[in-house]
């Protein structure tokens, strides 16, 4: 992690990590150009590789930075949470804070897990575990009501990931995402999920 980063004010922080995870979100770490990342940052090229000593530096910081903000949020959200369903709507909540300062940050996220080229892979790789290691536990302590016998575990999982992702996908689509909108939407699902899975008490 870079420390002096972070002596900057943190709107110039926030205005050149939000430029940087837009633009590698939209176009992989290949196609991303450092004079747009500046250019939307509203800051000098001098000044980003004051920080960051080149791309490949400033794509190493916003892996780390990534996931150490997502875990810290994850892990003060759910508190220990063990229900099923909880979980996933406490976890969703969470996301939405992340969304409203940093839009582009689980997008981000998701192009770096789908890098192809070793060397950028390489880059994003002890992060990207460390993050992935994480969900594996939470979801591992996690307890499920009575489903029906017509669905497993590993499938409810899927079909809520399947749908939050989608939703989240089409909502970042939009000029102006409404985090509070996205957030009902995928509580209404969550509960339908519920409804349809678990048998009634």
Aim: aromatic letters at 12%; hydrophobic letters at 35%; proline letters at 3%.
């Amino acid at each position: 992690m870079n420390e002096k980063f972070f002596d900057l004010k943190s709107d110039k922080q926030d205005r050149m990590i939000n430029a940087a995870l837009h633009l590698f979100a939209d176009n992989g770490y290949k196609h991303a150009s450092t004079d747009d990342i500046v250019r939307e940052a509203g800051i000098s090229k001098g000044l980003l590789f004051h920080y960051f000593t080149n791309k490949e530096g400033l794509y190493s910081f916003l892996t780390d930075y990534s996931v150490k903000y997502l875990l810290f949020e994850y892990d003060r959200a759910i508190e220990g949470e063990t229900d099923f369903f909880a979980f996933y709507d406490k976890m969703e909540n969470a996301k939405m804070g992340v969304l409203r300062n940093y839009p582009y940050m689980y997008k981000f996220i998701d192009t770096c897990k789908s890098e192809t080229d070793p060397d950028i892979l390489s880059i994003s790789r002890e992060s990207l575990k460390r993050y992935n290691d994480a969900i594996e536990s939470y979801e591992s302590k996690l307890t499920t009501p009575g489903l029906r016998n017509t669905v497993s575990v590993t499938e409810l999982q899927a079909l809520l990931r399947y749908t939050i992702d989608g939703l989240t996908a089409e909502h970042l689509k939009k000029k102006k995402p409404d985090p509070d909108m996205l957030y009902r939407d995928i509580r209404k699902y969550i509960g339908l999920i519920k409804d349809l899975s678990v048998i009634p008490e």
